[in-house]
């Protein structure tokens, strides 16, 4: 089994690529600091004895994309999954954020997934049993104050699932949205909320794992997660 990881080198991606890696299954690592790429190839490679490559792929760069999704295509014939996790978290009030912010986030959060999956899709639907899952957010759900142009990302991006699994379903490949509340990583850092609430990286992974293992008549398309909030 081949799944390919987008922004693999952040705290979720890391957690996602250990988690399926120490599970048997075979990793490609996409993401734009080469450095941490291979360490953490090396790392999968010593920890758990599976296959594991990596490619650089810049989220901000159209060509760059591209020439990642040839690469890969070209090495893999077939794919079994795509998890699309890169994204990017502009935080302040809109009349504070700039054009340039949006395009950047808009190109990371909701273009990179949609290439990744389109370019991908003919690998993934060989043997009729491809899946993609794209890391939302329970921003996908709801508006938050600071945070405009993420959750318009956020909820593009879900449609952009519903739309892609309903065109998809007839080739077998299946595409599912899962939407988390905070989780404990540095792109959390922004935020004024008790941290002891996030939800641990770790315990995502397997979340996407489980919807993962769903290989039968039953399919969960979208699943939202929030975090433990103590009063």
Not at 41 to 56: A, R, W
Request: a negative charge; glycine letters at 8%; proline letters at 1%.
């Amino acid at each position: 089994m081949i799944i390919v990881i987008s922004g693999a080198t952040g705290g979720v991606g890391t957690a996602i690529a250990n988690f399926f890696s120490s599970n048997g299954y075979n990793t490609v690592l996409l993401g734009r600091d080469v450095e941490k790429l291979n360490d953490l190839s090396e790392s999968i490679k010593s920890k758990y004895g599976t296959y594991s490559n990596y490619y650089f792929c810049d989220a901000n760069n159209q060509n760059s994309i591209e020439d990642c999704i040839n690469k890969v295509s070209i090495k893999y014939d077939q794919l079994d999954m795509l998890i699309n996790v890169a994204g990017v978290f502009p935080y302040g009030l809109a009349t504070d954020l700039s054009g340039e912010l949006y395009d950047e986030c808009m190109d990371v959060n909701l273009k990179l997934p949609f290439l990744l999956s389109t370019g991908m899709f003919n690998s993934l639907k060989k043997n009729k049993g491809g899946k993609i899952i794209n890391i939302g957010s329970s921003s996908a759900y709801a508006g938050f104050k600071n945070t405009a142009i993420y959750c318009a990302s956020k909820h593009a991006l879900l449609g952009l699932s519903r739309s892609l699994n309903d065109e998809w379903k007839e080739f077998g490949v299946t595409v599912h949205c899962v939407s988390p509340g905070t989780i404990d990583t540095s792109m959390a850092d922004v935020l004024e909320q008790d941290r002891s609430t996030y939800i641990d990286t770790d315990e995502f992974a397997q979340l996407i794992y489980d919807v993962a293992s769903y290989n039968g008549n039953m399919l969960v398309e979208e699943v939202r997660a929030t975090r433990r909030v103590v009063r």
